[in-house]
């Protein structure tokens, strides 16, 4: 709550105290308790922060209002150097690595486009205690998303594309569930998380999808919310996009990254895939916090890379805290490097300019507060308000790492923090006190803050844990042997979970991820494992009885997701298939069943089409085109002795012909 005083001279009146205070970082509004009429004034920060300006109402009467800061605070602003103002920032930086456990750091600090700072903390590589350098590289996760946009940017200075253009005009065959978000959706639409879909990263995490197919499977991932009203985090529109301007170039969006950013900003030791900075001198392992259940004591664990070039634009790229303050420069440049104008300032302006507002969620509840009250997103950046000064800054978390870029534009002071250490928010307490430090303002203790916020999150997540078992249903069990339950279940959208029987329990293997099932209740098993402990799967029948789906919850907006049972590979293969041609007597009329010749398996009736038959389920086929119809073959001593056919309105066994 904010707290205030007033003294109007040429009233005689001293420290009056101020009620109904608001305070946004760039408007404020407030009352001066005691004199009669309600005097309130309401006005806006200058952009330097040194002046309020507004109108001051009483009694009915308006008046045009000036307030201009002065004092002790003017001058420390005015007087200090960044010298001054770094004084103790590598100690502040490394007792807050102790803090978060972080076990190395890069960073760079710009001001007025010099590079202020530029040096490594801490070590990227534990066991071999090798130390960090402004070169060492870093995944930058998502804060590779603004490289994405200003691609787009430049594609529209040449008029290869146009933002507000719908993007089937340059991909036909662009297609969403939502119709009208197929029609509409725009190259803008795409970068600013407005699409109307939730995250959906499960369909992509782990997946050995190229980027082509996962743009073609996107019509089959359910929205939560309509087109163009809410701010949803999407990192597949962001793939989309980078493979937009791949597709309207003849390139790829690698290639158009490295030669029309990488190169003219001379970030040399920058990449676009993990498997590219392994092979670097200098590049930083990964890392995690593990909390022992027992002690609840966290230790540090390597942990492996992960590969995501297939959705490579939304946060692929690693670089260095050397590089990066480049491409911080280049932003407070307006698109300028040295003497060359690489993209025009509108472009870059049009890039930082709000597109939609970030309301409610986790992202929200973390980085708004009173004194960054509200956050927006541009085309690949955030935007907010910090203390009276715009902010613009995203962060960045893939497996292993976190990262943070930001800057003010104008106060021409930017910065990044690129860490190994999976999800923490270190990086954005970095910024926020060189922010504080550079603008002569009294440090937060965002360390404190933070530290608070993180602990209710984990206290949360561990009462959570502690009450799952609220809704299990005790002493039941399956409705099928635990062989039943294997399988190869598949989703067009979300790919195919395996599960096997493994000895007496149950293994689901899903992008890459392996993890043991443990029986929940009824025909529910719940993940024991890493790395999706707790995920549970919840088997389905059919009218037969048969398991047919494995529903999963993989996206908490929309319903369940449910992956239909695959036949078994074998009913595939010719020589299994061969077994089953012949003529089948069924009451004097003789049914054909024939294997073509691309291994597809046909029934002709006697005055009816031939009917393709398509793999159920051990001997069983469906009639393709008829729901309810089937044909189950007989097995005695390794021979096909019947076939039958199994409808709505009956069973018909039609015996085999010798």
């Known amino acids: 709550m904010w707290t205030g005083s007033i003294d109007i001279p040429p009233q005689a009146a001293e420290d009056l105290p101020l009620k109904d205070i608001s305070f ?33 109402t009483q009694a ?90 200003l691609i787009l940017g430049m594609l529209v200075e040449e008029g290869t594309i146009e933002w507000d253009k719908p993007v089937r005009t340059y991909l036909a065959n662009f297609e969403l569930d939502d119709d009208f978000a197929t029609e509409r959706m725009t190259p803008r639409d795409l970068v600013c998380h407005r699409s109307g879909l939730p995250r959906h990263d499960f369909m992509w995490y ?35 996009a980078g493979y937009l301007a791949g597709q309207v170039t003849g390139s790829s969006w690698e290639q158009l990254v490295t030669e029309r950013i990488f190169e003219p900003l001379r970030m040399r030791n920058s990449n676009l895939s993990v498997k590219d900075m392994e092979r670097t001198p200098d590049f930083a392992l990964g890392y995690e916090e593990k909390k022992d259940k027992e002690s609840k004591k966290k230790e540090i664990k390597q942990m492996p890379f992960r590969n995501i070039d297939n959705v490579g634009p939304a946060g692929s790229i690693n670089s260095s805290a050397a590089d990066m303050a480049e491409w911080v420069k280049f932003q407070l440049n307006e698109g300028k490097v040295n003497e060359t104008q690489v993209v025009s300032p509108l472009t870059i302006q049009e890039l930082h300019r709000p597109h939609i507002v970030v309301h409610g969620g986790l992202l929200a509840r973390l980085f708004t507060q009173p004194e960054m009250p509200h956050m927006m997103y541009g085309l690949g950046w955030f ?81 959570a844990e502690e009450l799952e078992d609220i809704n299990q249903k005790k002493n039941t069990k399956t409705s099928h042997p635990m062989e039943d339950y294997a399988g190869v279940y598949s989703h067009p959208a ?151 056919l199994i409808q709505p309105n009956g069973v018909f066994p039609a015996k085999r012909k010798d």
């Open 24 to 56: 946004d970082g760039s408007k404020v509004i407030f009352s001066i308790e005691g004199p009669p009429g309600n005097p309130t004034f309401d006005g806006i920060f200058s952009q330097e922060g040194l002046t309020i300006a507004g109108e001051f």
């Open 60 to 149: 009915g009467q308006t008046f045009p209002f000036e307030l201009t800061r002065t004092g002790e605070a003017v001058e420390k602003e005015e007087k200090i150097s960044p010298e001054e103002a770094l004084k103790d920032f590598d100690e502040f930086v490394q007792s807050s690595m102790k803090e978060w456990n972080v076990p190395g750091a890069g960073i760079a600090i710009v001001k007025d486009n010099e590079v202020m700072l530029c040096k490594g903390y801490g070590h990227r590589d534990i066991e071999k205690e090798l130390p960090v350098t402004a070169e060492t590289q870093f995944a930058i996760g998502s804060s590779s998303k603004a490289f994405t946009t």
């Open 206 to 240: 782990g997946s050995s999808f190229s980027r082509e197919e996962i743009y073609e499977r996107l019509r089959y991932l359910a929205p939560n919310e309509d087109f163009r009203t809410e701010f949803q985090y999407q990192n597949l529109m962001f793939m989309t």
């Open 383 to 463: 935007v907010q308000p910090y203390r009276g000064h715009e902010m613009i800054h995203h962060g960045g978390n893939i497996d292993g790492f976190s990262a943070q870029v930001g800057f003010m534009p104008k106060d021409k002071i930017g910065l990044v923090v690129l860490t190994n250490l999976n999800g923490t928010p270190f990086p954005y307490v970095i910024a926020l006190n060189v922010f504080d430090r550079l603008l002569g303002l009294e440090e937060i203790d965002w360390n404190g803050r933070y530290k608070l916020m993180w602990s209710q999150l984990e206290q949360a997540e561990d009462q």
């Open 494 to 644: 979300y790919g195919p979970i395996k599960i096997e029987k493994k000895h007496k329990a149950l293994e689901a293997e899903y992008n890459g991820m392996t993890f043991e099932l443990e029986h929940w209740h009824y025909d529910v098993f719940r993940s024991k494992t890493e790395p999706l402990k707790g995920l549970k799967l919840a088997f389905l029948t059919n009218l037969n009885g048969d398991i047919d789906r494995v529903s999963v919850v993989l996206e908490q907006t929309v319903d369940a997701i449910e992956f239909e049972r695959e036949p078994p590979e074998e009913m595939y293969e010719p020589d299994y298939l061969e077994q089953f041609a012949g003529d089948y007597d069924m009451m004097g009329l003789t049914l054909e069943v024939s294997l073509r010749s691309d291994n597809t398996l046909t029934m002709t009736v006697p005055g009816q089409p031939t009917y393709e038959l398509e793999p159920y389920l051990g001997t069983e086929f469906k009639l393709k085109t008829f729901k309810g119809y089937s044909v189950k073959f007989v097995m005695e001593k390794g021979k096909v002795t019947q076939a039958v």
